[in-house]
């Protein structure tokens, strides 16, 4: 099974403050996600993004976010000023065929 | 708008009982994913089901897909304390393959 890591495994940010999550896949995918799941909620697509480009986004991922992929290997999301209600689970995931792999998660807390 | 809908949204259940988790899906996609969650964990592929009238088994749980129905299956055999977790299904309708899941299965399994 690939692996996936994602890092930090827990942020805590003020609201209106920038953060960027990062994925790190442990060989060579061209396509990655991001999801987020809100406490208690089911999870939610936010963007794909494959050969370093925007394949797909979904309503949630409006101007405040971004992803990059800035040296080749760590893929990052980056939401510019949080708000309270970004408060959630984030995902990284890969596919290397049809099935998706999940990262460990990273938990964002905004105060 | 692609609507994803899973029952029941909570199971408790005794050990060596039997039960069917329903996934009922709105789109044409003949391409339908099972995840496990544990609290406070990532998502752990179970099943991926790629074509009407698949079937695929692991261990206690067996999943099936009906794409004329739209409908999929996971079925639990002799429920185990080790099962109790939270089930997910997930459905994939466009060419990036982004998945938009049910609310999940909250499962617990008793003595």
């Known amino acids: 099974e690939p692996e996936v890591t994602q890092t930090p495994s827990h942020q805590v940010t003020q609201m209106g403050q920038e953060v960027i999550l990062r994925c790190v896949p442990i060989?060579?995918?061209?396509?990655f996600y991001w999801y987020r799941q809100i406490l208690g909620q089911k999870v939610e697509f936010l963007v794909s993004?494959?050969?370093?480009?925007?394949?797909?986004k979904s309503e949630i991922f409006d101007d405040q976010f971004s992803v990059e992929r800035p040296d080749g290997s760590n893929f990052t999301l980056k939401i510019r000023s949080t708000k309270l209600e970004d408060s959630a689970m984030y995902f990284c995931a890969i596919r290397p065929g049809y099935e998706q792999y999940f990262g460990p998660g990273t938990r964002l807390t905004v105060t | 708008e692609l609507k994803v809908e899973q029952n029941p949204l909570f199971l408790s259940m005794q050990e060596g009982k039997n039960y069917t988790i329903y996934c009922n899906y709105s789109?044409?996609?003949?391409?339908l994913y099972w995840y496990r969650q544990d609290p406070g964990k990532s998502l752990e592929s179970l099943f991926v089901?790629?074509?009407?009238?698949a079937v695929k088994q692991e261990g206690r749980l067996m999943a099936s897909l009906d794409t004329k129905a739209r409908l999929s299956t996971l079925h639990i055999t002799a429920a185990v304390h080790d099962l109790s977790a939270t089930y997910f299904c997930?459905?994939?309708?466009?060419?990036?393959?982004?998945?938009?899941f049910g609310k999940g299965t909250s499962l617990l399994v008793t003595p």
């Open positions: 993004f494959y050969n370093n480009e925007i394949s797909e």
């Open positions: 060989s060579n995918h061209l396509y």
């Open positions: 789109t044409t996609s003949d391409r």
């Open positions: 997930a459905v994939d309708e466009n060419s990036g393959y982004a998945l938009n």
């Open positions: 089901l790629l074509s009407n009238g």
